[in-house]
């Protein structure tokens, strides 16, 4: 144990910084420059994404650095996806990326090529809501409505990956999605009466 | 957050090549990278997207009788795989145990183990003195709020608990990580990757440059094994502590134990002494409650975590019932 | 008749759950800038230097605006009044820093991804001054000169000569009850769009109460109110701390004078941490002496909150013990603890939300003293009447409540406390749960068409309690029309102003007005037909005197009249009140609750749970029901997990997210929380005899939570929350 917390010698320091990233090389000081021209060809400060939302083909450009979430709210007017705290801690910004549920803000919008993505807005076939929507309603499973298209698409990835089966799996398998209004046993009452209707 | 450049690697080979560059990091899950670069813990100039590598996702037998799961597997394929689930309950436990089901469905099985420390301190976006974040900084956690922090190997330069679950049931089943980089790939025991702050406080991990993780092996099939995660909510949190159990029984005496901590050190932190003097005991007997006291030792609380070192050894007490009662 | 209405489906279902209800980030305008505040990483003293040269080389950012590049707040400011306006400190007025994470540059650029880099592109220094930790300062007694939170409820109270009675009492119980700082974390951050065309500013907001807005945004720049509007059609959450004006409102527009263009401002998680209000720490010093029989003889209550420096923010946690039960000797004292520290806010549910976790603990351990159940030590001492002001309450079922809970639970039959389940102990818990009502000042128009059906205005803002869609029953029972024939046009200031939605006061105070305007609607109809109002009844789209019928169509055209208007306004002097004079209104009810505690490993679940409720008339059980259960929810979030830890080295939150914050999740919360209403009319509330419902639910639970740990293992914790540290035993 050192009692001088500066007490780090520089060898160990200097391999200390050489191994700080994950599985990977790392980090001189930062310049705020842009970083494309130091990049080797390979390596694009722009990039072309095509992708299919809700059924419709989209090709967008993206900074790498745009998530999901932004380019979805942002770019495409989608606004039906939330942002509720951008770290993957709350699940407002759920969608489905393949038919899996996932937090669209920790994906690069630029990873999303040749994805499938399905947002709140994709999902009610015209005027007829989707199941898990109309038990949504049916349940008053919201009251501010601010998580519930998270909610709703984290429960039709819930219904469809199985974790529907007791109201206790489906609390459990719905914990990804915050709900300050607190509206949880309408939630689970409502994902399993969709599951039931679905299956 | 700062604008990189962004490539997809093709192959591991290509990957490990890219990883080369200077300022690159790699993304897979992403669950973890983009909040880093939100938060101002790291700000690559490139990042390298793996996922698109072949060859590194799934789940296979080995002749041996064990499994090799691809790095690129999702947390929530691999708890689900057949092969897990019914071969080593504790590590499907763990995984699920984990984060929150949309989060599992991104993150992956080789990237959840170089998550960091979930230290306030180090994941402060003001500027914060932590050996974590610069080096030489200080620690804040030791003289200030650390009730979730280490009990086992802490030093003053750092006290911060490693929390990922994965990793925990993997060191009770000493898996192994299979790590290339451009000279060759090696196999490094599962609680050796991360780095004890007595070895040094700045590191999470010992992964270089143009080191990859692509996939994980362990061993004989653990049916009698369960994986407990104690906290203050019921899902959806990182753990107070968790432990790990794997064990060997014939009839109610064991005759192998292997035990691990998870939330308590900077590793998963295996009880030793107390898997060699569990040998031949039996569940539930006093001599078995002293075997896991005597894991407990060398445990050393903060100024206000002593409680930890109580729900640890309870936990561990709690996982070997539950273990056994898989048999 | 029942009292408990039809639980009819909320109004804005469909655009709820297919992702079309907008909310203030959800709004973009051609031309807008992106903005992203730079906050103090200091907690005391000035702004040295900013450096914005790094990031105005960055692509995309426009402009970094600092201290003296805002316009001078106007001095028609100096004339607001706090509350509303949260406070008076706006930062960026000059370069003094009041607390961590006080606004101190704003960046503004064409995309989000831009502004966000350029705010971890700008270089503050600082000259740190000594900071005040809060939660470590001596309490010290309100300053009424520090703000207008003082004048909402009273400092000190006294009736009869407590200390004298402490001394007779046959059993006396005292303790020290302290609850950690909350954040609300609303799921929804504060936002706002604010735009300009010449001299008049347009602001979609996340916002409670948009009149409060539209004045202080109007004084903020010497303008007319109706120069300003705003809009909020819907509101992701707010739990009061979106109730009062932010100082972040007022930079947006500020932002947005200076560049000319729309400024779009979406806090960040992290922001919601220093820029908007939290439920303060509070620590409460409680003593209770009682009779042989139990009767409470006398009550001493001693409340201390954090602040910050500038205003006194009180929680005003000494409610409940001089407003639940009957006792001649009562004293109460609220003090402030001032620190650098955002100032605190009204949140879910402040006053008798502390309050009742104190004394509702309390008188858990005086009931174990005396040897009473609780239940029959609270009916020793019923507050037949006001105690504060001897008057008859408005109406008071609590008796009938305390039964219905009481049977639902099976509170007389529970199982022991400390009963194995396996590893878990059970205990059992109840307690009081109670709210005062407060009425706002609030005008609404009633419309009715030609084609049968009828819409209201307001801008009134409906944050998920449900408003729009009770309002549009209460409408439709007036005018004798299906609810779905209703409409709701709200959340705009160009309409008639609304009260505010907080404080459990929508429904009385808007709900008053409407009741007005509807039965006004109605009154022109008959007079339309040449009936004499006091003969007619509306019923299916008809006005019926006898046997006669005529449809509304038919009476309109007839007419020629295309529509029929009418106007409804509570007016209240003084902006808020308590109720009808002469009759303190409050509403009531007992939280009861079974718990899980596992003392080897220090867990605490939630088994199940009943909540009955004397509230007045319920309009719509369906809403009511998820208010209460959201309630108690949230009960259960501040008694089990929590907590928002100043740190104090650093002078700052110790965490500002969403994890190392914990909230309850979905796996928290057992499917059986049952929900009952005692079957009321509060003729003597309001024309609707309702009273008050959602802000009530949060009362009591923490309480109750705490004396089912009690009952389950032995140990009384005082402090929130209940966490495992607390617990676990060897």
Same mark, same amino acid.
């Given at each position: 144990?050192?009692?001088?917390? !500066?007490?780090?010698?520089?060898?160990?320091?200097?391999?200390?910084?050489?191994?700080?990233?994950?599985?990977?090389?790392?980090? !001189?000081?930062?310049?705020?420059?842009?970083?494309?021209?130091?990049?080797?060809?390979?390596?694009? /400060? /722009?990039?072309?994404?095509?992708?299919?939302?809700?059924?419709?083909?989209?090709?967008?450009?993206?900074?790498?650095?745009?998530?999901?979430?932004?380019?979805?709210?942002?770019?495409?007017?989608?606004?039906?996806?939330?942002? !509720?705290?951008?770290?993957?801690?709350?699940?407002?910004?759920?969608?489905?990326?393949?038919?899996?549920?996932?937090?669209?803000?920790?994906?690069?919008?630029?990873?999303?090529?040749?994805?499938?993505?399905?947002?709140?807005?994709?999902?009610?076939?015209?005027?007829?809501?989707?199941?898990?929507?109309?038990?949504?309603?049916?349940?008053?499973?919201?009251?501010?409505?601010?998580?519930?298209?998270?909610?709703?698409? /984290?429960?039709?990835?819930?219904?469809?990956?199985?974790?529907?089966?007791?109201?206790?799996?489906?609390?459990?398998?719905?914990?990804?999605?915050?709900?300050?209004?607190?509206?949880?046993?309408?939630?689970?009452?409502?994902?399993?009466?969709?599951?039931?209707?679905?299956? | 957050?700062?604008?990189?450049?962004?490539?997809?690697?093709?192959?591991?080979?290509?990957?490990?090549?890219?990883?080369?560059?200077?300022?690159?990091?790699?993304?897979?899950?992403?669950?973890?990278?983009?909040?880093?670069?939100?938060?101002?813990?790291?700000?690559?100039?490139?990042?390298?997207?793996?996922?698109?590598?072949?060859?590194?996702?799934?789940?296979?037998?080995?002749?041996?009788?064990?499994?090799?799961?691809?790095?690129?597997?999702?947390?929530?394929?691999?708890?689900?795989?057949?092969?897990?689930?019914?071969?080593?309950?504790?590590?499907?436990?763990?995984?699920?145990?984990?984060?929150?089901?949309?989060?599992?469905?991104?993150?992956?099985?080789?990237?959840?183990?170089?998550?960091?420390?979930?230290?306030?301190?180090?994941?402060?976006?003001?500027?914060?003195?932590?050996?974590?974040?610069?080096?030489?900084?200080?620690?804040?956690?030791?003289?200030?709020?650390?009730?979730?922090?280490?009990?086992?190997?802490?030093?003053?330069?750092?006290?911060?608990?490693?929390?990922?679950?994965?990793?925990?049931? @993997?060191?009770?089943?000493?898996?192994?990580?299979?790590?290339?980089?451009?000279?060759?790939?090696?196999?490094?025991?599962?609680?050796?990757?991360?780095?004890?702050?007595?070895?040094?406080?700045?590191?999470?991990?010992?992964?270089?440059?143009?080191?990859?993780?692509?996939?994980?092996?362990?061993?004989? *099939?653990?049916?009698?094994?369960?994986?407990?995660?104690? +906290?203050?909510?019921?899902?959806?949190?990182? *753990?107070?502590?968790?432990?790990?159990?794997?064990?060997? @029984?014939?009839?109610?005496?064991? +005759?192998?134990?292997?035990?691990?901590?998870?939330?308590? *050190?900077? +590793?998963?932190?295996?009880?030793?002494?107390?898997?060699?003097?569990?040998?031949?005991?039996?569940?539930?007997?006093?001599?078995?409650?002293?075997?896991?006291?005597?894991?407990?030792?060398?445990?050393?609380?903060?100024?206000?975590?002593?409680?930890?070192?109580?729900?640890?050894?309870?936990?561990? @007490?709690?996982?070997?019932?539950?273990?056994?009662?898989?048999? | 008749?029942?009292?408990?209405?039809?639980?009819?489906?909320?109004?804005?279902? &469909?655009?709820?759950?297919?992702?079309?209800?907008?909310?203030?980030?959800?709004?973009?305008?051609?031309?807008?800038?992106?903005?992203?505040?730079?906050?103090?990483?200091?907690?005391?003293?000035?702004?040295?230097?900013?450096?914005?040269?790094?990031?105005?080389?960055?692509?995309?950012?426009?402009?970094?605006?600092?201290?003296?590049?805002?316009?001078?707040?106007?001095?028609?400011?100096?004339?607001?009044?706090?509350?509303?306006?949260?406070?008076?400190?706006?930062?960026?007025?000059?370069?003094?820093?009041?607390?961590?994470?006080?606004?101190?540059?704003?960046?503004?650029?064409?995309?989000?991804?831009?502004?966000?880099?350029?705010?971890?592109?700008?270089?503050?220094?600082?000259?740190?001054?000594?900071?005040?930790?809060?939660?470590?300062?001596?309490?010290?007694?309100?300053?009424?000169?520090?703000?207008?939170?003082?004048?909402?409820?009273?400092?000190?109270?006294? &009736?009869?000569?407590?200390?004298?009675?402490?001394?007779?009492?046959?059993?006396?119980?005292?303790?020290?009850?302290?609850?950690?700082?909350?954040?609300?974390?609303?799921?929804?951050?504060?936002?706002?769009?604010?735009?300009?065309?010449?001299?008049?500013?347009?602001?979609?907001?996340?916002?409670?109460?948009?009149?409060?807005?539209?004045?202080?945004?109007?004084?903020?720049?010497?303008?007319?109110?109706?120069?300003?509007?705003?809009?909020?059609?819907?509101?992701?959450?707010?739990?009061?701390?979106?109730?009062?004006?932010?100082?972040?409102?007022?930079?947006?527009?500020?932002?947005?004078?200076?560049?000319?263009?729309?400024? &779009?401002?979406? =806090?960040?998680?992290?922001?919601?941490?220093?820029?908007?209000?939290?439920?303060?720490?509070?620590?409460?010093?409680?003593?209770?002496?009682?009779?042989?029989?139990?009767?409470?003889?006398?009550?001493?209550?001693?409340?201390?909150?954090?602040?910050?420096?500038?205003?006194?923010?009180?929680?005003?946690?000494?409610?409940?013990?001089?407003?639940?039960?009957?006792?001649?000797?009562?004293?109460?004292?609220?003090?402030?603890?001032?620190?650098?520290?955002?100032?605190?806010?009204?949140?879910?549910?402040?006053?008798?939300?502390?309050?009742?976790?104190?004394?509702?603990?309390?008188?858990?351990?005086?009931?174990?003293?005396?040897?009473?159940?609780?239940?029959?030590?609270?009916?020793?001492?019923?507050?037949?009447?006001? %105690?504060?002001?001897?008057?008859?309450?408005?109406?008071?079922?609590?008796?009938?409540?305390?039964?219905?809970?009481?049977?639902?639970?099976?509170?007389?039959?529970?199982?022991?406390?400390?009963?194995?389940?396996?590893?878990?102990?059970?205990?059992?818990?109840?307690?009081?749960?109670?709210?005062?009502?407060?009425?706002?000042?609030?005008?609404?128009?009633?419309?009715?068409?030609?084609?049968?059906?009828?819409?209201?205005?307001?801008?009134?803002?409906?944050?998920?309690?449900?408003?729009?869609?009770?309002?549009?029953?209460?409408?439709?029972?007036?005018?004798?029309?299906?609810?779905?024939?209703?409409?709701?046009?709200?959340?705009?200031?160009?309409?008639?102003?609304?009260?505010?939605?907080?404080?459990?006061?929508?429904?009385?105070?808007?709900?008053?007005?409407?009741?007005?305007?509807?039965?006004?609607?109605?009154?022109?109809?008959?007079?339309?037909?040449?009936?004499?109002?006091?003969?007619?009844?509306?019923?299916?789209?008809?006005?019926?005197?006898?046997?006669?019928?005529?449809?509304?169509?038919?009476? =309109?055209?007839?007419?020629?009249?295309?529509?029929?208007?009418?106007?409804?306004?509570?007016?209240?002097?003084?902006?808020?009140?308590?109720?009808?004079?002469?009759?303190?209104?409050?509403? #009531?009810?007992?939280?009861?609750?079974?718990?899980?505690?596992? %003392?080897?490993?220090?867990?605490?679940?939630?088994?199940?749970?009943?909540?009955?409720?004397?509230?007045?008339?319920?309009?719509?059980?369906?809403?009511?029901?998820?208010?209460?259960?959201?309630?108690?929810?949230?009960?259960?979030?501040?008694?089990?997990?929590?907590?928002?830890?100043?740190?104090?080295?650093?002078?700052?939150?110790?965490? &500002?997210?969403?994890?190392?914050?914990?909230?309850?999740?979905?796996?928290?919360?057992? %499917?059986?929380?049952?929900?009952?209403?005692?079957?009321? #009319?509060?003729?003597?509330?309001?024309?609707?005899?309702?009273?008050?419902?959602?802000?009530?639910?949060?009362?009591?639970?923490?309480?109750?939570?705490?004396?089912?740990?009690?009952?389950?293992?032995?140990?009384?914790?005082?402090?929130?929350?209940?966490?495992?540290?607390?617990?676990?035993?060897?």
């Amino acid at each position: 144990m050192s009692d001088h917390p !500066g007490k780090i010698s520089r060898r160990t320091f200097m391999r200390g910084t050489a191994t700080v990233a994950a599985g990977v090389a790392v980090i !001189g000081a930062p310049t705020e420059a842009g970083a494309q021209d130091l990049a080797p060809s390979r390596f694009s /400060s /722009s990039v072309t994404v095509r992708f299919e939302i809700n059924g419709v083909d989209h090709v967008l450009d993206v900074e790498p650095r745009t998530t999901l979430l932004d380019a979805v709210r942002e770019r495409l007017q989608l606004t039906g996806t939330k942002k !509720g705290c951008n770290r993957g801690e709350c699940g407002a910004c759920t969608v489905l990326m393949d038919d899996r549920r996932v937090n669209s803000c920790l994906i690069l919008a630029a990873s999303t090529d040749g994805r499938k993505i399905t947002t709140i807005e994709g999902l009610a076939d015209g005027p007829v809501l989707h199941p898990v929507q109309q038990a949504f309603i049916d349940h008053d499973a919201f009251q501010c409505g601010f998580c519930t298209s998270g909610q709703i698409m /984290s429960a039709v990835g819930c219904i469809a990956e199985g974790h529907a089966g007791s109201n206790a799996e489906i609390r459990e398998w719905m914990s990804g999605n915050l709900c300050r209004c607190s509206a949880y046993p309408q939630i689970a009452a409502a994902v399993e009466a969709a599951a039931g209707e679905i299956v | 957050m700062r604008n990189f450049s962004y490539a997809q690697a093709t192959s591991r080979a290509d990957a490990i090549a890219l990883l080369q560059q200077p300022e690159t990091m790699s993304i897979a899950g992403g669950t973890e990278l983009l909040n880093w670069k939100r938060i101002g813990i790291v700000e690559p100039a490139r990042v390298v997207d793996i996922t698109g590598i072949p060859d590194m996702e799934g789940v296979e037998a080995l002749p041996n009788g064990g499994v090799r799961i691809g790095a690129l597997t999702k947390l929530n394929d691999v708890a689900q795989h057949a092969l897990i689930r019914d071969a080593y309950p504790v590590f499907s436990q763990a995984i699920l145990k984990a984060a929150s089901a949309q989060i599992r469905n991104l993150a992956t099985i080789g990237g959840n183990p170089l998550q960091r420390v979930r230290c306030a301190y180090f994941r402060a976006e003001e500027p914060t003195p932590c050996n974590k974040r610069v080096a030489g900084s200080g620690c804040s956690a030791v003289a200030g709020i650390h009730d979730k922090h280490a009990i086992f190997g802490w030093t003053e330069d750092c006290v911060a608990v490693h929390p990922a679950d994965p990793p925990v049931a @993997l060191a009770a089943l000493d898996a192994a990580y299979v790590i290339e980089n451009a000279k060759g790939v090696r196999r490094v025991p599962v609680q050796d990757i991360h780095v004890m702050p007595s070895e040094n406080p700045a590191w999470h991990n010992i992964l270089g440059n143009g080191d990859l993780i692509t996939a994980i092996e362990i061993g004989a *099939a653990a049916t009698t094994s369960a994986y407990l995660k104690i +906290r203050e909510r019921e899902s959806f949190e990182y *753990a107070t502590v968790s432990a790990a159990v794997a064990l060997d @029984l014939d009839g109610d005496v064991i +005759r192998r134990a292997r035990i691990a901590l998870g939330s308590v *050190a900077m +590793r998963p932190w295996r009880l030793n002494a107390t898997e060699q003097q569990l040998v031949g005991q039996r569940i539930g007997s006093s001599e078995a409650v002293a075997a896991v006291d005597a894991g407990f030792v060398d445990a050393r609380p903060l100024s206000s975590n002593a409680y930890k070192i109580t729900i640890a050894r309870n936990a561990t @007490l709690r996982a070997i019932e539950l273990a056994a009662r898989a048999a | 008749m029942s009292n408990l209405g039809e639980p009819v489906p909320r109004s804005d279902g &469909k655009i709820k759950v297919n992702g079309s209800a907008r909310f203030a980030a959800d709004q973009s305008l051609p031309g807008q800038l992106h903005a992203v505040f730079v906050s103090s990483t200091i907690p005391a003293g000035r702004v040295a230097n900013i450096d914005t040269g790094l990031a105005l080389g960055l692509p995309g950012v426009v402009r970094v605006l600092v201290a003296g590049d805002l316009p001078p707040l106007h001095a028609d400011f100096n004339e607001t009044m706090v509350p509303p306006l949260a406070t008076k400190s706006i930062p960026m007025q000059s370069d003094e820093i009041l607390h961590e994470g006080q606004p101190i540059a704003i960046v503004l650029a064409e995309t989000l991804e831009a502004a966000e880099a350029g705010a971890r592109a700008v270089r503050a220094t600082y000259a740190p001054a000594p900071y005040i930790n809060p939660e470590a300062a001596a309490p010290d007694a309100v300053d009424p000169e520090r703000g207008g939170y003082s004048y909402l409820d009273a400092s000190e109270f006294l &009736k009869g000569d407590p200390e004298a009675a402490m001394t007779s009492a046959a059993h006396v119980v005292q303790a020290e009850y302290a609850q950690p700082t909350r954040h609300a974390n609303p799921m929804e951050p504060s936002a706002i769009l604010a735009s300009w065309s010449g001299d008049n500013l347009t602001v979609y907001d996340s916002v409670q109460h948009l009149p409060a807005v539209q004045a202080n945004l109007a004084a903020t720049f010497g303008l007319e109110r109706a120069a300003v509007r705003v809009i909020s059609p819907h509101t992701g959450g707010g739990f009061g701390v979106k109730g009062y004006v932010w100082p972040h409102e007022l930079l947006a527009a500020m932002a947005a004078r200076v560049m000319r263009r729309p400024v &779009k401002l979406v =806090l960040t998680r992290r922001d919601m941490y220093g820029m908007v209000g939290t439920q303060p720490r509070v620590t409460q010093e409680i003593r209770l002496g009682a009779d042989s029989t139990g009767k409470l003889v006398s009550m001493t209550h001693v409340v201390s909150n954090v602040t910050g420096l500038t205003e006194d923010y009180i929680e005003f946690a000494t409610v409940p013990s001089r407003s639940f039960y009957a006792c001649d000797n009562i004293s109460n004292l609220q003090l402030v603890r001032r620190g650098n520290m955002t100032l605190p806010t009204y949140m879910r549910s402040p006053a008798e939300g502390p309050g009742s976790w104190a004394l509702g603990s309390a008188m858990d351990e005086l009931a174990r003293a005396v040897g009473m159940d609780p239940i029959d030590l609270r009916l020793a001492s019923y507050a037949e009447v006001d %105690p504060v002001s001897g008057d008859p309450w408005s109406s008071k079922k609590l008796r009938e409540a305390y039964a219905l809970g009481s049977e639902r639970f099976g509170w007389r039959s529970r199982p022991a406390g400390g009963t194995l389940d396996g590893h878990w102990r059970i205990g059992c818990g109840m307690a009081d749960c109670s709210q005062g009502v407060t009425r706002f000042g609030s005008t609404v128009r009633v419309l009715l068409k030609a084609d049968g059906t009828a819409r209201f205005e307001s801008s009134l803002c409906d944050v998920g309690q449900g408003p729009a869609t009770i309002f549009a029953q209460v409408v439709g029972e007036i005018l004798g029309l299906s609810p779905d024939r209703v409409h709701a046009v709200t959340g705009d200031t160009n309409l008639p102003p609304a009260g505010p939605t907080y404080g459990s006061a929508t429904t009385i105070s808007t709900g008053t007005a409407l009741h007005q305007a509807a039965t006004a609607v109605r009154d022109r109809l008959a007079r339309l037909c040449g009936w004499p109002v006091a003969e007619i009844a509306m019923r299916g789209g008809s006005i019926v005197r006898g046997t006669e019928s005529r449809t509304i169509e038919a009476v =309109l055209s007839e007419a020629g009249v295309s529509e029929l208007s009418g106007d409804g306004a509570l007016e209240i002097e003084n902006y808020a009140d308590a109720g009808l004079p002469g009759f303190p209104a409050r509403s #009531f009810g007992a939280i009861f609750v079974e718990v899980g505690v596992d %003392p080897e490993l220090g867990l605490l679940r939630l088994r199940r749970a009943t909540g009955a409720y004397s509230v007045g008339r319920i309009l719509n059980a369906r809403t009511a029901r998820s208010q209460m259960i959201g309630g108690i929810v949230w009960g259960w979030g501040q008694a089990a997990m929590e907590a928002s830890h100043f740190e104090p080295s650093l002078g700052r939150w110790h965490a &500002k997210d969403l994890a190392n914050v914990v909230l309850p999740v979905n796996a928290d919360i057992p %499917p059986e929380i049952d929900i009952a209403f005692v079957d009321e #009319f509060d003729p003597n509330a309001g024309p609707l005899g309702v009273r008050s419902v959602g802000t009530m639910a949060a009362t009591g639970v923490a309480a109750a939570v705490a004396n089912a740990v009690y009952d389950a293992i032995g140990i009384r914790v005082r402090e929130l929350p209940i966490t495992p540290d607390k617990l676990v035993q060897g």
